[in-house]
């Protein structure tokens, strides 16, 4: 537990709040209009204008209210020093090739660790108006409603979501098999495109777990403080602790994990799925 007092920490969320919401805006003013694209270097990795405007405007809250703070923002890259007691996690636009196709999955993701301790967290999707938002031991919500994971306990009885990093194709540690292995022993996969909104509907029960790899802080962080806080759990694909900085995430309603665990270990990869 980090130890600040609750009304320290309610603040804290109230600016994450804020900032999430300035970058929304942004989101909302693009939605649908004509976007100039580019790649980042590799095939498929997008960026437009939207995610480095979006980031402008949250990192203006942010610096507004806490000048002081470290802050790690997919598109500025790390600002401030590694012994700062709080560093901000920001991704202005997750899910932005769902967003250049005007498919309505992509958030603003706003996280805070505070000494060690991920302790704030808000992901906010403007098209569908709604907002997620949790801080240690205050619970999370949605749209200011108490949100809960889903009891689902067998593998047989639920429904997973996953995805696949930029770097599949040149890798065969691409998440393949296992999202076959899955799609056989559940009622389905799901391929969300936004990582903070896949955890996030594992926290509101409308899916029952996640798994990924090739991911970066500042896709997971917002979310994760929401799932713990609605009751879910998150480790390593084989139940050890979690580390932000792996890339990697197993994030289930917590009676799924050890069956999830088990499956991704048990992964048969015999299968060409190479397509080469
Ligand atoms: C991506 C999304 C996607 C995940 C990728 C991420 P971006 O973030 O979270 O769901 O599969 O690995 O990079 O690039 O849209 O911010
Ligand atoms: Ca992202
Ligand atoms: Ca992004």
Redesign the pocket.
């Known amino acids: 537990m980090s130890n600040l007092p609750t009304e320290q920490i309610s603040k804290l969320l109230d600016i994450a709040i804020l900032a999430a919401r300035a970058g929304g805006v942004v989101l909302d003013s693009y939605w649908g209009k004509q976007l100039n694209i580019r790649e980042k270097g590799r095939a498929g990795d997008l960026i437009t204008e939207v ?1 480095q405007k979006a980031e402008a405007e949250i990192l203006k809250v942010i610096k507004r209210h806490y000048p002081d703070h470290a802050i790690l923002a ?1 598109e500025s890259g790390i600002m401030g020093t590694s012994d700062n007691q709080y560093l901000w996690v920001i ?4 899910g ?1 090739t769902n967003y250049a196709h005007s498919y309505p999955q992509a958030a603003v993701s706003v996280g805070l660790i505070v000494s060690g301790i991920p302790t704030v967290g808000v992901v906010y999707n403007p098209m569908l108006k709604e907002l997620w938002s949790a801080a240690q031991g205050l619970g999370a919500t949605l749209n200011n409603i108490p949100i809960q994971v889903s009891t689902t306990d067998k593998l047989g009885n639920s429904l997973l979501v996953t995805g696949f990093a930029y770097d599949r194709r040149e890798t065969e540690d691409n998440n393949y098999s296992e999202f076959c292995y899955l799609t056989h022993l559940t009622q389905g996969v799901r391929r969300g495109g936004s990582a903070s909104l896949d955890l996030c509907h594992v926290a509101t029960g409308r899916l029952d777990g996640y798994w990924e790899r090739g991911l970066k802080p500042w896709d997971l962080l917002g979310g994760i403080v929401i799932l713990k806080e609605a009751g879910g759990k998150i480790s390593a694909y084989d139940g050890s602790e979690f580390d932000l900085y792996s890339g990697r995430i197993l994030a289930t309603n917590g009676y799924l994990h050890s069956a999830l665990s088990q499956a991704l270990l048990n992964t048969p990869h015999g299968a060409d799925l190479s397509f080469k």
């Open positions: 995610d997919e991704d202005p636009l997750d932005t």
